[in-house]
């Protein structure tokens, strides 16, 4: 079992900065997949980004078309923990953000087996 909390949501004006945290305990590994994935008002739960670590410690990383250049996931080994920094962020990037665990790379939330309990992101305009 893998424990994955997330923290660092809020209200922000548009424009502004962000970054969302998540903690994972439990059964981790030493190569992993780390996902985000927001869900907004209303709408199906979307993919965000990803981010992999090999066992050789080489991260590697994934973004959604809407937040590529916005948005930067990464990953601490040692807290066993993931950012997600969100710039220039937009009234469409408000939504319930998730993160998740995976043992693939994948965009498919469906290939992910655990997951937090999502944070509340919301941007104003």
């Known amino acids: 079992q893998v424990q994955l909390v997330e923290s660092g949501g809020g209200l922000v004006q548009a424009g502004g900065s962000l970054r969302l945290s998540c903690s994972a305990s439990g059964r981790t590994f030493s190569s992993y997949v780390m996902g985000w994935f927001r869900q907004p008002p209303a709408k199906e739960r979307e993919f965000v980004a990803f981010i992999r670590r090999s066992s050789g410690g080489t991260y590697y990383g994934d973004y959604a078309d809407s937040v590529r250049g916005r948005f930067t996931i990464s990953g601490d080994n040692a807290k066993n923990t993931v950012y997600l920094q969100m710039n220039s962020l937009k009234p469409e990037d408000t939504a319930v953000y998730y993160c998740?665990?995976?043992?693939?790379?994948?965009?498919?939330?469906?290939?992910?087996?655990?997951w937090g309990q999502g944070t509340q992101v919301t941007v104003s305009s």
């Open positions: 998740a665990h995976s043992r693939s790379t994948s965009r498919n939330s469906e290939d992910y087996q655990y």
